[in-house]
T-cell receptor
Framework: DADVTQTPRNRITKTGKRIMLECSQT?????MYWYRQDPGLGLRLIYY???????NKGEISDGYSVSRQAQAKFSLSLESAIPNQTALYFC????????????FGPGTRLTVT | AQRVTQPEKLLSVFKGAPVELKCNYS??????LFWYVQYSRQRLQLLLR??SRESIKGFTADLNKGETSFHLKKPFAQEEDSAMYYC????????????FGKGTKLSVKP
């Protein structure tokens, strides 16, 4: 299922560097989300967007920013990466009529050294 | 507060044994609950929702409002059921975002 893609799939970066994770979707969904997954902590919502002009903070937005360049593209940036941002990051999409059914990307494994 | 609790990080059972993955929630309104599953090397995906009251891959989940629970059950576990399972609650307000539990890793041994 390549409807939701994420780039890069793996990234190692150093503390203080700026990094961008990208997400693209071909499902035509209006809603897009960024989550991070940490062992023992499950999935936590970072940011979400209902459309190009509507971006909202999630549970853990500090240290992150996002850009919704088009309906199909939603990027997550770490302005100045720190080691505790080492995690698996997932992008997801959903249709506004079926918000509960989210389609996830394959994930980006980010390591900050 | 809206919260989902999955008390078990890891659940290990033998093939053919019954399995129950526990999920408790905290929500002031009428809850909408879901189970998501992530198989090895696959994407996280919706397994079932309480409203549909259907059985998917032999799994069922019943919403118990009195006990604020939504446990996932299967009478006879299969090795291919080994995966990470997340219980999710649809939050309130216009956003209606999903609130995920911390997940339970199910391991089915041969």
């Amino acid at each position: 299922d390549a409807d939701v893609t994420q780039t890069p799939r793996n990234r190692i970066t150093k503390t203080g560097k700026r990094i961008m994770l990208e997400c693209s979707q071909t499902k035509g969904h209006d809603r897009m989300y960024w989550y991070r997954q940490d062992p023992g902590l499950g999935l936590r919502l970072i940011y979400y967007s209902f459309d190009v002009k509507d971006i909202n903070k999630g549970e853990i937005s500090d240290g992150y920013s996002v850009s919704r360049q088009a309906q199909a593209k939603f990027s997550l940036s770490l302005e100045s990466a720190i080691p505790n941002q080492t995690a698996l990051y997932f992008c997801a999409t959903s249709d506004s009529g079926r918000v509960y059914e989210q389609y996830f990307g394959p994930g980006t494994r980010l390591t900050v050294t | 507060a809206q919260r989902v609790t999955q008390p078990e990080k890891l659940l290990s059972v033998f093939k053919g044994a019954p399995v129950e993955l526990k999920c408790n929630y905290s929500y002031s309104g009428s809850p909408e609950l879901f189970w998501y599953v992530q198989y090895s090397r696959q994407r996280l995906q919706l397994l079932l929702r309480h409203i549909s009251r259907e059985s998917i891959k032999g799994f069922t989940a019943d919403l118990n409002k009195g006990e604020t629970s939504f446990h996932l059950k299967k009478p006879f576990a299969q090795e291919e059921d080994s995966a990470m399972y997340y219980c999710a609650l649809r939050g309130g307000g216009s956003q209606g975002n999903l609130i995920f539990g911390k997940g339970t890793k199910l391991s089915v041994k041969p």
